[in-house]
């Protein structure tokens, strides 16, 4: 494709016909709350939204001019999906599940053109990265007798595929994102454009050449999404270690289209990878609990401590003891008391 041999790419280019007023503050703000939630110390968060936007690469100025506009990863992460379909004529994001796979219905479905939610790019990933982890088997360990993980490797391979379907999409072509999950089988992530390297580099992994770096380095800002060309090993040790089968890539032409099935299922009671010698792995890419229920709520709606116990895979008790942490840190505010007390994301000053 002609598009992808510019040296330039596609998502640094600047909306020039568009200001900031095009980006969604809330976004933007939740944005903030997973960053100040994963690196508290971080010097970009002090930052006024102007700076903090060309600091992220989605914001910048034309030459001679003081007014900032978005670049087009801006606009994806953050804009409102009524000025991103002016950009990317086919923008279209798309999340379905299906729990019979005898039924083609579907039983739960979020679309960026709704109109009940901005339709960004960062608002499909807080919003679907939810339901797609939601009843996958949670560790527990605690390898130095302090800390806790309730990570696993599947649950990380899920993450590292819906992040990669959104970095390498291609929104300018002809179609759009679409993440379906069939019950507890499987996950299918289509994203249009093609492969960008050939199929056998990818599958052996060690070379990246990502379509919206932009869009990915915010991304791997908050932990989310690998850099150096092992986001399908990611995946494939995911599977692995709950003993099912390697993801698949499929490419289509005309129009252009990369799928990757995803199998969720895991062979019964197989072991968690590291179980048997007794010890739990982590990385930077693990999102711990009070980051959980922060990306959680950066979504902007509000959830009981029921509801939040349930989608992070913790005890209500648990569950409480986070929620007072990350209450105290301002990042979220409660809202009632009570059984009907809710938790929600906390306006930014």
């Known amino acids: 494709m002609l598009r992808d041999q510019d040296s330039e790419p596609i998502d640094a280019t600047v909306v020039e016909e568009l200001g900031l007023s095009a980006i969604d503050v809330p976004t933007l703000n939740a944005y903030r709350t997973m960053l100040r939630a994963r690196r508290p110390d971080h010097p970009w968060l002090d930052l006024l939204d102007d700076e903090f936007l060309w600091r992220l690469g989605a914001a910048d100025r034309l030459r001679g001019s003081r007014e900032s506009h978005p670049t087009r990863a801006g606009l994806l992460m953050f804009g409102d999906e009524r000025y991103i379909s ?16 005898q039924e083609r219905r579907w ?16 608002g499909f990933w807080a919003r679907v990265i939810a339901k797609l982890v939601d009843s ?8 130095d007798g302090i800390t806790r993980l309730d990570d696993t490797p599947l649950r990380k391979a899920v993450r590292e595929a819906l992040a990669n379907t959104l970095c390498h999409a291609d929104y300018l072509g002809r179609i759009g994102v679409t993440v379906v999950r069939h019950g507890n089988a499987s996950i299918e992530f289509r994203n249009p454009g093609g492969l960008r390297l050939d199929l056998d580099l990818v599958e052996r992994g060690g070379l990246s050449d990502v379509r919206n770096p932009s869009i990915m380095k915010m991304f791997n800002l908050l932990g989310i999404g690998e850099k150096a060309g092992s986001g399908f090993d990611t995946m494939c040790q995911g599977v692995r270690s709950v003993g099912l089968p390697d993801p698949k890539l499929i490419e289509e032409f005309d129009p252009d289209r990369t799928t990757l099935i995803l199998p969720i299922t895991s062979i019964a009671d197989a072991p968690v990878s590291g179980e048997k010698s007794g010890e739990a792995s982590a990385s930077v890419n693990v999102l ?5 229920i922060a990306a959680l709520l950066s979504s902007g709606d509000s959830y ?10 913790l005890s ?3 569950t409480r003891v986070l929620l007072r942490q990350v209450l105290d840190s301002g ?15 906390a306006l930014s000053d």
Request: proline share 7%.
């Open 86 to 101: 002016r950009e990317f004529a086919a923008y279209a994001l798309d999340f379905r599940l299906i729990n019979d796979p």
């Open 107 to 122: 039983d739960d479905r979020l679309m960026s053109s709704d109109g009940t939610w901005p339709g960004n790019v960062f």
């Open 136 to 143: 996958l088997p949670t560790a527990f360990a605690m390898p």
């Open 288 to 292: 711990t609990p009070t980051e959980r």
């Open 304 to 313: 009981k401590t029921s509801q939040i116990a349930k989608t992070i895979g």
């Open 316 to 318: 209500e008790q648990r």
């Open 331 to 345: 990042m979220i505010r409660k809202q009632g008391s009570g059984r009907g007390a809710t938790y929600v994301q």
